[in-house]
């Protein structure tokens, strides 16, 4: 059996949806282009306006941080939260429903977790049940992920242009999710 994710399971964890995050950054680079536009409509309509298409994730992350360090500050902060006591960066906890579906994996009732998340969430939950030898290929429009860790939650995400760069890779029969 497998399981199909998208952000609304993590949206109880308070990380915005990938829709929330594409609105936000097009907000950001308005502000960087001198655009007085606010709220989601008018942001859409001058980017439309700006570019002659609508706003595309690997297209905003480009152009507000070109450089892998650059983007990951970019985007920690959509996936992690400041701790009040220590002011430094953490990352935020699985949800109920992360949790539920870990336990279905540590059982052996599902076998593949399809995501477009780019949190850790379900990777967290998966470790504190006890699932082990996580193989993470998750998908956003135009991007694949291939790697990276809780520490640095935008490492290994390549968009089409780096994507052309890479050999392609099959992941076959890979055992994917094992328990303990």
Known sequence: MACLLGSGVSRAADIPTGWEIVVDLTGKLAVLEGSTAQGEQELLKWFLTRYGHEPDYSELIERLAPQGELQRGLLEPYFTQLDPATEERREREPTAAHHAIARLV???????????????????????????????????????????????????????????????????????LRRR
């Open 106 to 176: 540590s059982r052996g009732v599902l076998r593949v977790i399809i995501t477009t998340n780019f949190d850790r969430l379900m990777e967290s939950a998966l470790r504190q049940a006890g699932v082990a030898n996580i193989e993470v290929v998750s998908t956003y429009p135009r991007e694949l992920f291939v790697g990276g860790s809780a520490a640095s939650p935008t490492a290994g995400r390549l968009n089409p242009r780096r994507l052309s760069k890479r050999q392609p890779r099959s992941f076959g029969k890979s055992r994917n």
